[in-house]
């Protein structure tokens, strides 16, 4: 047994509430994400050959999977803007937030535990990898802290390698830069805890394209796009780059579709007249903006 895996074990053993079917279900994931993810969005070559049973025996071990609000409790990603991102990739310190239920909005999975939060590595995204023609570059699944980053480098060792927190954070600028929107992933089979940042895109991302299908598994960065009439020029540069659809332009002017309006920012950055930017918005739950959190504690 590999040392990841060990240590995968004794910290499973130590979450409260966490089964042994759980478990497995986590050391499939991280053993064989590709096959794992590729079955559940139906692109994986041996769909057609596993992809029924194991839906099926999934099904008779976690009752819940069938039902689209039921993945979205146990998988889930939470919109951060550049900023936020680069702080959870950033901590200097361990860190244990709890039931973070107005920031993470579901049942499970919503805690930031982050053991040796400067362990980080660099991933081959799983919904990128198993696409024809996939956006490029593919290592833009950021693993935070351990037991993940270790297991995912030691179970991939050539479709992962150990970064610096500096080249995480050029990543995360890169993929702002190309229109991509970050993501941190929290998962119930990876001991229902955040464990990953992904920058993201519409084209390629399953947790996106599943949200666009109606199940909810995105949730909003709380924030929502405002526009300046007096400087906007209806270029529709925004709406090009908006990964939601949130936006486009009438009578000269974007429109905001605040519905749909996710918050990532990336829209505001691509402005050159600087006519768009972020409010609050209540309504949209709370940020994900670690460093404010460590501080309330």
């Given at each position: 047994?590999?040392?990841?895996?060990?240590?995968?074990?004794?910290?499973?053993?130590?979450?409260?509430?966490?089964?042994?079917?759980?478990?497995?279900?986590?050391?499939?994931?991280g053993?064989?994400?590709?096959?794992?993810?590729?079955?559940?969005m139906?692109?994986?070559?041996?769909?057609?050959?596993?992809?029924?049973?194991l839906?099926?025996?999934?099904?008779?071990?976690?009752p819940?999977?069938?039902n689209?609000?039921?993945?979205?409790?146990?998988?889930?990603?939470?919109v951060?803007?550049?900023?936020a991102?680069?702080?959870?990739?950033?901590?200097?310190?361990?860190?244990?937030?709890?039931?973070?239920e107005?920031?993470?909005?579901?049942?499970?999975?919503?805690?930031?535990?982050l053991?040796?939060?400067?362990?980080?590595?660099?991933?081959?995204?799983?919904?990128?990898?198993?696409?024809p023609?996939?956006?490029?570059?593919?290592?833009?699944?950021?693993?935070?802290?351990?037991?993940?980053?270790?297991?995912?480098?030691?179970?991939?060792?050539?479709?992962?390698?150990?970064?610096?927190?500096?080249?995480?954070?050029?990543?995360?600028?890169?993929?702002?830069?190309?229109?991509?929107?970050?993501?941190?992933?929290?998962?119930?089979?990876?001991?229902?805890?955040f464990?990953?940042?992904?920058?993201?895109?519409?084209?390629?991302?399953?947790?996106?394209?599943?949200?666009?299908?109606?199940?909810?598994?995105?949730?909003?960065s709380?924030?929502?796009?405002?526009?300046?009439?007096?400087?906007?020029?209806?270029?529709?540069?925004?709406?090009?780059?908006?990964?939601?659809?949130?936006?486009?332009?009438?009578?000269?002017i974007?429109?905001?579709?605040?519905?749909a309006?996710?918050?990532?920012?990336?829209c505001?950055?691509?402005?050159?007249q600087?006519a768009?930017?972020?409010?609050?918005?209540p309504?949209?739950?709370?940020?994900?903006?670690?460093?404010?959190?460590i501080?309330?504690?």
């Amino acid at each position: 047994m590999r040392p990841s895996t060990r240590l995968f074990i004794r910290e499973a053993c130590r979450t409260p509430g966490y089964s042994f079917l759980e478990w497995l279900h986590g050391y499939f994931y991280g053993r064989w994400p590709y096959l794992y993810i590729g079955i559940g969005m139906k692109s994986h070559a041996l769909n057609r050959i596993f992809g029924p049973p194991l839906r099926w025996l999934a099904y008779i071990l976690f009752p819940g999977l069938g039902n689209k609000k039921s993945i979205a409790e146990g998988y889930h990603g939470k919109v951060v803007s550049l900023e936020a991102a680069t702080q959870l990739i950033t901590v200097n310190e361990e860190v244990r937030l709890t039931d973070l239920e107005k920031i993470i909005p579901y049942a499970r999975a919503r805690d930031i535990i982050l053991q040796n939060p400067d362990h980080l590595a660099a991933f081959d995204c799983p919904c990128r990898m198993i696409r024809p023609n996939p956006c490029l570059p593919l290592d833009v699944c950021l693993i935070v802290g351990e037991p993940f980053a270790s297991f995912i480098v030691e179970h991939h060792p050539h479709r992962s390698r150990w970064i610096t927190a500096g080249e995480g954070i050029k990543r995360l600028q890169e993929e702002h830069e190309r229109g991509h929107v970050h993501h941190a992933f929290f998962k119930d089979a990876m001991l229902d805890r955040f464990y990953a940042i992904c920058s993201c895109c519409k084209c390629c991302c399953g947790a996106m394209n599943a949200y666009r299908d109606g199940t909810p598994m995105i949730a909003s960065s709380g924030y929502v796009c405002n526009v300046n009439a007096d400087r906007c020029v209806g270029c529709e540069n925004c709406v090009n780059f908006c990964q939601f659809g949130a936006l486009s332009v009438t009578d000269g002017i974007a429109v905001v579709n605040t519905a749909a309006c996710m918050g990532c920012g990336v829209c505001t950055s691509k402005c050159q007249q600087e006519a768009l930017f972020l409010l609050r918005d209540p309504s949209k739950g709370m940020p994900l903006e670690i460093q404010k959190l460590i501080a309330r504690v």
